[in-house]
């Protein structure tokens, strides 16, 4: 089994303890098939992790590797492991973007909870203690983007608003950053940090002098039971001691921070006892990090060995889903005979459920994540640290978003006098370019390939990609994008109207007004009478502004309003539909009131939209997953309904956002052949 993490230093060396432990238990009880397990060692700290990753796929008899210990190195080395058939467990990476990237491939796999499902407990936790206004402080880093991704959606199911939101990069920027979050009075203040104690410190001194502070909640502080949080010396410092054997915890703390009552906090669960005191027996050095995930990890893999072995005929990823989500019966115990007597089943054939350090080792359905976190909610009180449970139940979206979206209004009267029919015209376009926007060009060449399907001529729709991602270095399919891997490729057949420069902010709102030609030919030739689509895909800011080009440039939603309500005034529509893939979307939604419009957006207002379908072997995002469920729902052959129904089951299949929907004056319960081309054809 290969070992791809730190394993040396003071985050190191508790997982190199925990990783030897379950190795050494496992032998204990006779190994795997009366083989033992070797474990195969490469730390991260001290070499380049794909010349590592590349060893590891060389040798043949290694078909399971632990780590790596972040999300970014997972994304980093997946496509050698999946290509070469190999199963990653990490103990540590605990970003939600390895869930929505690599679930039900088999490939990736981890012990740890994932932070997204994290931030569901800590809105419970909240909630239940009568929390009605958030605001958000993080790290800037992968770590802290999932929650500033997240939090916001899990606010919106739990009814608690979301007042403001920051990052911030050095402990010096926090001060300035908790001032402009406090102006708007939260109930909470999340805190969400890089595990350094100095960054709690310099948050709770921010809060010392204000009158009638929020509350704070801490993810995974560094907390005694007295609630002090301490500092440690630099890593240079704890390394000299690790090296010199004199290194204790408790010696080389320096200063510590008292954490006020009434702090909500989510840490681990504490350790099994007997697990505390077999670590303890061999450990040499700190008891915290992440070592029960990393035992754990061991444990995993061994099942997915033993599998293989027992079926060879089968891939590792194949013996991995099988073994890790299908258990079934008692939960074997976590002993030397408890782990050898789950490995001789699963060599039998069968597939017993083994009990970890972390509790039993089920996985979801589609693999990846754990099927039960492992978790635990604490509160200050009077001092101390206190349990503070809360039950775990795995939450679905609820109709509270849909409800705000239909702003739970009646449709319209019918017009007396309907729009007579007339031509279809639509607008596509992509914002953005750069290698890591390759979704927002595959998604818009993709909505673009669905009406030309429909049967609506080029001359009618306008097309609006940088066009850089075919002929970028890093594409390894020149001349070619992808919305499925390997399957769906949306380039080659399009004719873009506008590409490179010339996809730029007045451009595009020219179109819009009538103003944006070739050799003096508007664009777009639509009428009074007109049906129009208006598709955008981009980044978003918060506030609601799109991203043009390298981000220097945006479209205010107060911008995209007044256009629309130009083409309103000069005749050129009769009904239009803009759908709006972007961060913080649902501010446009609101914003616009044109009669005639409806707006179907990716995500609320406070809220972020996400990437879906992760390719490892171009290692990006093929799209976002509004855009990617709305495409699949549009092309069901046996999905023919009006708008209302098509925003329904857009809003319940996307995962991880709230999409949105507003109207003027005109009804969502059009066809959706009206707005999408389709059958209709409005020039019979």
């Not at 230093?9 to 190199?16: F, I, N």
């Not at 410190?201 to 502080?221: A, G, W």
Request: glycine residues 8%; aromatic residues 8%.
């Amino acid at each position: 089994m290969g070992v791809l993490l730190p394993l040396s230093g003071p985050e190191g060396q508790p997982l190199y303890d925990a990783i030897t432990l379950a190795r050494d238990q496992i032998n204990a009880g006779g190994g795997i098939g009366g083989r033992p397990l070797e474990l195969i060692l490469r730390d991260t700290r001290l070499g380049d992790i794909m010349t590592y990753a590349d060893y590891f796929v060389r040798d043949p008899r290694i078909r399971v590797v632990i780590g790596p210990y972040t999300s970014d190195e997972v994304f980093q080395v997946s496509e050698i492991f999946i290509k070469n058939h190999r199963v990653l467990i990490s103990p540590t990476a605990s970003s939600d973007e390895m869930y929505r990237a690599y679930a039900g491939t088999g490939g990736v796999w981890r012990t740890i909870t994932n932070d997204g499902e994290t931030t569901a407990v800590m809105m419970q936790h909240i909630k239940a203690h009568d929390g009605k206004y958030v605001s958000i402080l993080t790290i800037n880093s992968s770590y802290g983007e999932t929650f500033y991704d997240w939090i916001p959606y899990w606010a919106i199911e739990q009814g608690i608003a979301v007042t403001g939101a920051e990052t911030y990069n050095t402990t010096e920027e926090i001060p300035d950053a908790v001032g402009r979050l406090l102006t708007d009075n939260p109930d909470f203040l999340i805190f969400i940090h890089s595990g350094e104690g100095s960054e709690i410190r310099e948050v709770i001194s921010s809060l010392k002098n204000v009158p009638s502070p929020p509350k704070l909640y801490l993810v995974y502080p560094d907390i005694d039971s007295d609630s002090r949080v301490w500092e440690r010396a630099d890593s240079e410092t704890l390394q000299a001691l690790l090296d010199s054997g004199l290194w204790k915890i408790d010696t080389v703390s320096t200063v510590s921070t008292k954490v006020p009552d009434d702090t909500l906090i989510l840490m681990q669960k504490p350790w099994d006892l007997q697990f505390s005191e077999e670590y303890q027996a061999i450990a040499h050095g700190d008891t915290s990090g992440y070592v029960p995930e990393a035992y754990d990890a061991v444990l995993a893999g061994a099942q997915v060995m033993a599998r293989f072995m027992a079926f060879p005929d089968i891939s590792p990823k194949t013996a991995a889903m099988t073994v890790l989500t299908k258990g079934t019966g008692d939960s074997i115990p976590r002993t030397v005979q408890g782990i050898q007597a789950a490995l001789d089943e699963i060599l039998a054939g069968d597939i017993p459920i083994l009990t970890g350090a972390t509790g039993p080792l089920t996985f979801r359905e589609e693999g990846t994540d754990r099927l039960i976190p492992w978790y635990e909610t604490y509160q200050i009180q009077e001092g101390m640290v206190r349990e503070d449970p809360i039950a775990y139940t795995r939450t679905t979206k609820s109709d509270v978003g849909l409800l705000l979206g239909l702003n739970e209004s009646p449709d319209p009267a019918p017009d007396p006098t309907p729009h007579p029919p007339g031509e279809f015209w639509a607008v596509i376009g992509s914002l953005s370019h750069n290698w890591e926007n390759y979704r927002h060009q595959a998604d818009a060449l993709t909505m673009y390939q669905y009406i030309r399907d429909q049967g609506v001529p080029d001359d009618h729709i306008t097309l609006l990609v940088y066009d850089d991602i075919p002929t970028d270095t890093r594409n390894k399919k020149p001349g070619e994008v992808y919305h499925t891997p390997s399957v769906e490729e949306v380039r080659k057949d399009a004719i873009p109207d506008l590409t490179g420069e010339l996809v730029n902010k007045g451009m595009f709102l020219d179109i819009l007004t009538g103003k944006g030609s070739q050799a003096g030919d508007p664009l777009l030739k639509s009428d009074e009478n007109s049906t129009v689509l208006i598709y955008l895909s981009s980044h978003g800011q918060p506030g609601g502004d799109i991203v043009v080009g390298d981000g220097s440039k945006y479209i205010s939603p107060k911008e995209l309003a007044d256009a629309l309500t130009e083409m309103k005034e000069s005749g050129r529509f009769g009904q239009l539909l803009l759908v709006l893939e972007s961060c913080f979307s649902g501010v446009i939604a609101s914003e616009i009131t044109t009669p005639g419009v409806v707006i179907i957006t990716a995500a609320a207002p406070d809220e972020t939209s996400k990437a879906a379908t992760y390719d490892s072997e171009l290692s990006n995002w093929l799209s976002d997953e509004f855009t990617s469920r709305l495409i699949t729902i549009l092309r069901e052959p046996e999905f023919d309904g009006s708008i209302r129904h098509l925003y329904q089951n857009v809003y319940y299949n996307v995962r991880s956002s709230h999409p949105t929907i507003s109207r003027g004056c005109e009804s969502i319960d059009l066809p959706l052949t009206l707005f999408f081309g389709g059958t209709y054809d409005a020039s019979e």
